[in-house]
Structures are given as C-alpha cells and as structure tokens.
C-alpha cells in the first residue's frame, strides 16, 4: 500500500511549506559526494531518525510549557544549568535525550515487553508509553527517593 503513494511528492511539498531542503534533493546531493556504492543508505535508520527527531519535537513543546512538571532524570539534567549534563536549547535541532542514555532493562525473557528504568528511578513499563515514578512517605512524612542522583541497586 506505501510504495503506491507519492511519498516524494508529499515530503518536498512540506518541506517547501517550512521553507526547508528537500530531504530527497539533499540525499541525492550527498550521494554525488562519494564513490558509487553497492548499497545506499538504509531506509531503516532513516525512518528511525526521522521518527526519532520529531519526538524531540513534541519534547521541545511539552518540556518549554511545562517546566514545573516531574520530567524524566535525562531532562532534569540536561536542562540544568548547574548540572555537568547541560546542553544548551540553541545547539539542539529537538529536544532529545543526548546524555544520560543508560537506562536499565527489566522484566522476563518469556515476555514480548521491556520494561526500562532511568538512573533515578522512573519506570517506563511499555515501549515508547508514559513513564511512571514513585515515592515512598516514611513516618516522618519524607519523601524517598526524592530525586536522588542515583538509585541504590
């Protein structure tokens, strides 16, 4: 059903309506730069950072709006100034996490799910779905881990 559509035509049309390059135009351009090639570049990878970046994009309106909210450990140190961890908003195309991309698997083999959680804490139990965290109130009524810089293993 996709190859009968005129991918090209749509891409270029919308590209030309955000006053961007053509991304086919560029590629063919880019080819032309080296030896001719047996195999160009994969689709795959392509689709995946096309997909990718325009996530970014949906963080870069969520995250700018909406400061005040409990973000995932790569935002709270990749936005702080005072965090070794910062990257400046002017350098970045998107909003993507391109620090703290050490998250930990869990969950069963049998399982056809993967389950992920972030250095502080935060759970993300199904693929590309919300995360979630938790707090414990101990008697005293404080809160654990409250943003702790690492969970204890």
């Known amino acids: ?79 702080n100034p005072d965090s070794t961890s910062f990257v400046p908003r002017a350098f970045s195309f998107s909003h993507i996490n391109l620090t703290h991309r050490n998250w930990t698997a869990v969950g069963s083999p049998d399982l056809p799910i993967y389950p992920i959680v972030d250095p502080r804490g935060l759970v993300t139990p199904l693929h590309d779905g919300w995360s979630l965290d938790f707090w414990i109130i101990t008697d005293s009524g404080q809160l654990l881990p409250k943003y702790q810089k690492r969970i204890r293993s």
């Open 1 to 79: 059903m996709f190859k009968f559509l005129p991918w090209k035509f749509f891409v270029k049309r919308a590209a030309r309506h955000y006053g961007v390059m053509d991304p086919a135009m560029l590629m063919a351009r880019m080819r032309r730069f080296s030896q001719p090639s047996e195999v160009a570049e994969p689709l795959e990878l392509l689709r995946a950072g096309i997909v990718f970046h325009a996530r970014g994009l949906v963080n870069s309106k969520a995250i700018q709006r909406n400061l005040d909210w409990v973000w995932p450990y790569w935002v709270e140190q990749q936005f």
